[in-house]
């Protein structure tokens, strides 16, 4: 079955539990839910999305209800039906523009990358969680942030990577995946990389050290030099972040490439594997 016939572009006004939401008619920081997809599983998430300020919103029926019947849907029928609906995310890379949405012009250029900073990393915060608890990263909240950092990095690079490269002690692992993705979106861009590799740049920044999860906080957080047999812990994050973001079995190869092999070193002296100058790919140097 083609995908176009399981998305729906409905009112949210005709939103009912039990339907799953491809998208939202709305930059992801023009509402305020931190998933880009999700099911509406009760009168509360009905409530919120009709509350959010977004007009119209993609359902899949093939993940969830249909519209009721006698309630005519956009995509059935309308003078402002659009074409095509948004397209899914790429599990691997392709050479199709990723669909990147725009950012307010209303807000001013500083105040809108310092928020789009924020919820990025609260994002991020809330995908990591749900790894420590055992659940896949998902790959479709983990895209909507690399296409919302694309697409101001493309506008607004300096107030962007200024704000990403503040960190805290408290939420360091986020804000440093967040400000790493921003760099390498940035870095891909100016090697004139095409758009699906800056895509792939921007999934390994963010990506890249979920396996500190499982390094323990006395060792993630410890100000001064790492014991040898701490240092033997630490070592072992690239590949609990491969066990991690396998689970779902979506994760680009590129990305478990970079999640592995982010600390290599050109002379050989990295780990895990102590690769050689000619064997790091160029995501992972």
């Given at each position: 079955m ?5 998305l ?19 930059s ?26 977004v ?21 059935e ?23 990147i ?22 994002v991020v915060?809330a995908?990591f ?7 896949a ?61 800056v ?22 957080h ?15 994050h ?23 092999h ?11 594997h ?7 790919s160029l995501?992972?140097?």
């Amino acid at each position: 079955m083609d995908s176009a016939d399981v998305l729906k572009r409905i009112p949210v006004d005709q939103a009912i539990p039990g339907m799953f939401v491809h998208a939202l008619d709305a930059s992801w920081m023009a509402h305020p839910f931190w998933r880009s997809r999700f099911a509406l599983q009760g009168e509360g998430d009905v409530l919120a999305l009709r509350s959010s300020g977004v007009a119209h919103c993609w359902i899949d029926t093939s993940r969830g209800a249909d519209v009721a019947a006698g309630s005519a849907s956009l995509r059935e029928g309308g003078a402002d039906t659009p074409a095509d609906p948004p397209a899914a995310p790429a599990t691997e890379s392709s050479s199709r523009q990723p669909r990147i949405p725009a950012l307010g012009d209303s807000v001013a250029p500083l105040h809108r990358a310092e928020r789009l900073a924020v919820k990025a990393r609260e994002v991020v915060r809330a995908l990591f969680c749900q790894a420590r608890a055992g659940q896949a990263i998902s790959l479709d909240d983990s895209l909507a942030i690399v296409d919302e950092l694309t697409a101001a990095v493309a506008t607004q690079p300096g107030a962007l990577i200024g704000l990403v490269r503040l960190k805290s002690k408290d939420n360091y692992t986020f804000a440093h995946s967040v400000a790493v993705c921003t760099l390498m979106i940035a870095l891909a861009r100016q090697l004139g990389l095409a758009p699906y590799q800056v895509r792939d740049a921007g999934m390994c920044g963010l990506l890249h050290d979920v396996g500190k999860l499982r390094v323990p906080g006395h060792i993630l957080h410890k100000p001064g030099k790492l014991t040898p047999e701490e240092f033997g812990v630490m070592r072992m994050h690239p590949q609990h972040g491969v066990e991690i973001l396998s689970r779902g079995g979506q994760v680009p190869d590129s990305v478990i490439d970079v999640c592995l092999h982010h600390h290599e070193k050109m002379d050989g002296s990295g780990y895990p594997h102590g690769l050689p100058q000619g064997q790091i790919s160029l995501l992972a140097i």
